[in-house]
């Protein structure tokens, strides 16, 4: 590759070891939150003046953190008159790396006389109680921990998420997958050793990258550790077909044009680069149940689309036709976003 092609960003052995740190420090496994209902001794408490501690005491525990499944304890009366009926229930405030935070509310639902169906939920600062957790290695599982620890975890984590280093990749990445978007396509065209090098430097210079940023992805939870295993397959894949290649490039001269009739993993190795450098999503196929899941390019547009695409709610109708279209066609590898644009028609904003 020309010195003018390459983008100008190096990964320093200082680097290296700041994302490693960051992944052994903060990577946990993911936590699956469970709605539980309460015990059955709550639901006769329906005009009940609940004391939010017995609640917490009554799912600490280790049912509450049993194989990181955290069950978030929930009830409304049934009953729902007009107002006087009582709620329980629990939302995350916060969960990155091993850093965890949720809140147990408890109150009064209200309704609202011109809408029945409209429901408010009244709750007194007495009545809602914070729990900060973290992953504990030695033990396996999440515990709690007081307010101060959990704090300082926070601030630490969003201090190595917020990284200089964490951002230039970031930006460094997004350009890569132009550039490896424009290589595959130079050699799908041109089928010369040139353009194939180019694109061979791509992947061979990179390896660390694409591997690298799901991990840190995964380690912050942005996204799940399925979804990073999925990535991580798909990238073998694409590496996967490296020495058929190098050993079609030695079969071939310079001024050669590479017939991929004579070679045919050159074609599926096209095909596991796009998957790879495409905008699109990969699928993750159990019994009769498929679900989505972006690749590097498409969780970038995924992340800047309100300000690309006309609706923010595209995201979802690209997911729910990419599984579509999936079920439909048989579809276990990839499909680019461009297929999916087309099937929903959307038109990009100019």
């Not at 969003?158 to 424009?182: D, N, S």
């Amino acid at each position: 590759m020309g010195e003018k092609d390459k983008i100008s960003f190096e990964i320093t052995d200082e680097i290296r070891v700041f994302f490693e740190e960051t992944i052994n420090k903060f990577s946990t496994p993911d936590v699956e939150f469970i709605p539980a209902e309460i015990d059955k001794e709550w639901l006769l408490k329906r005009r009940f003046d609940l004391d939010i501690k017995e609640i917490i005491e009554a799912f600490k525990g280790g049912e509450l953190l049993k194989e990181n499944k955290i069950q978030q304890p929930y009830f409304v009366d049934d009953l729902m008159p007009i107002s006087g009926a009582k709620y329980i229930k629990t939302e995350n405030d916060f969960y990155a790396g091993n850093v965890l935070k949720y809140t147990i509310e408890v109150g009064e639902v209200g309704k609202f006389p011109h809408n029945p169906q409209h429901l408010k939920y009244n709750s007194d600062k007495k009545h809602r109680k914070s729990i900060t957790m973290n992953y504990q290695p030695d033990k396996e599982r999440w515990g709690y921990i007081n307010e101060e620890d959990w704090e300082g975890l926070k601030i630490e984590l969003l201090e190595y998420q917020q990284h200089e280093w964490v951002y230039q990749t970031e930006k460094y990445i997004k350009k890569l997958m132009r550039q490896g978007r424009a290589a595959v396509r130079d050699f799908e065209e041109a089928k010369n050793i040139e353009a194939l090098d180019k694109l061979l430097d791509i992947l061979e210079f990179n390896k660390y990258l694409f591997y690298i940023m799901p991990s840190l992805w995964q380690c912050y939870k942005l996204i799940t550790l399925k979804h990073k295993k999925i990535i991580y397959r798909k990238i073998k894949y694409c590496y996967d077909f490296w020495y058929d290649i190098i050993d079609t490039r030695n079969k071939n001269t310079k001024t050669d044009i590479i017939d991929f009739t004579i070679y045919p993993k050159v074609i599926e190795f096209i095909a596991s680069c796009k998957s790879l450098f495409d905008k699109g999503y990969y699928f993750d196929v159990q019994n009769d149940s498929i679900t989505a899941h972006p690749n590097i390019s498409m969780i970038y547009t995924i992340h800047e689309q309100q300000k690309n695409y006309v609706k923010p709610d595209y995201v979802e109708s690209w997911k729910a036709k990419a599984e579509e279209i999936a079920a439909k066609d048989n579809l276990k590898h990839f499909l680019p976003l461009n297929d999916i644009t087309k099937a929903l028609k959307i038109k990009k904003k100019e």
